[in-house]
């Protein structure tokens, strides 16, 4: 909890000396790292989904009044809009913590007077970094899948506001499939990169 409130007032080698002299090593706050973003991604997860369903109830009641219609839309959208913020934002702060954790991991390599040790190190290095990059690479595809769905939604809210009748309803209906596709298409690459974060994590806390 202290690393995850005090990570939010940003990223320095001031805070992450402050946060050793407590304690908490690169390592520990990049775990918690890792498992913040995976929880952001797995609560934006469900707000996709949410606000998916919540655009088919607009196309699927066609009684309700069109500004209550809009209304529905445009909080949908916004609501997906601030969960991916919060995905970015937690991905940028992993990578943060990762850089300065590989930098100090490799810069240290060279005190060892034992090779045989630092051999031993600088292999975990290599491992720890290729995992991370899988899992980055992850992470990354998952947020690439957020643009065209939050586009799609927006357009859907901007469609509604500037066209608010009945013809703007049945347009809307005709791109619901699309916009279907490229949520669980969303959804799929989001599991994939909490499933990543998963394994990152136990490979992490396994090589302690």
Same mark, same amino acid.
């Given at each position: 909890?202290?690393?995850? !409130? ?5 990223? #320095? ?5 402050? &946060? ?30 949410? #606000? ?7 196309? %699927? ?7 209550? $219609?809009?209304?529905? !839309? ?11 913020? %919060? ?32 051999? #031993?190190?600088?292999? $975990?290095? !290599? ?5 991370? %990059?899988?899992? &980055? *690479? ?7 899948? &957020?643009?065209? !769905? ?10 509604? $506001?500037?066209?608010?009748? *009945? ?25 994939? *990169? ?15």
């Amino acid at each position: 909890m202290i690393i995850t !409130v005090l990570s939010l007032a940003g990223c #320095s080698t001031v805070y992450y000396n402050t &946060m050793e002299k407590l304690g908490f090593e690169k390592r520990d706050i990049l775990v918690d790292r890792v498992e913040d973003a995976r929880d952001s991604q797995d609560g934006a997860r469900e707000t996709f989904r949410s #606000s998916l369903e919540r655009f088919q109830s607009v196309v %699927d009641t066609p009684d309700t009044p069109l500004k209550e $219609k809009y209304e529905e !839309v445009r909080d949908a959208y916004g609501d997906s809009e601030a969960a991916a913020e %919060d995905v970015r934002d937690r991905i940028d702060s992993v990578e943060d913590v990762a850089g300065a954790l590989f930098d100090e991991w490799e810069g240290e390599l060279d005190r060892y007077e034992s090779q045989s040790l630092r051999r #031993s190190s600088e292999q $975990k290095l !290599v491992e720890t970094r290729r995992h991370y %990059d899988q899992l &980055m *690479a992850r992470m990354h595809d998952a947020e690439d899948r &957020m643009e065209p !769905v939050l586009q799609a939604f927006e357009d859907q809210m901007l469609f509604l $506001k500037h066209n608010l009748n *009945a013809q703007a309803i049945a347009a809307l209906e005709s791109e619901l499939g699309r916009i279907r596709q490229d949520v669980d298409s969303l959804i799929r690459e989001m599991e994939d *990169a909490i499933a990543e974060s998963d394994a990152f994590i136990q490979r992490f806390r396994d090589q302690q």
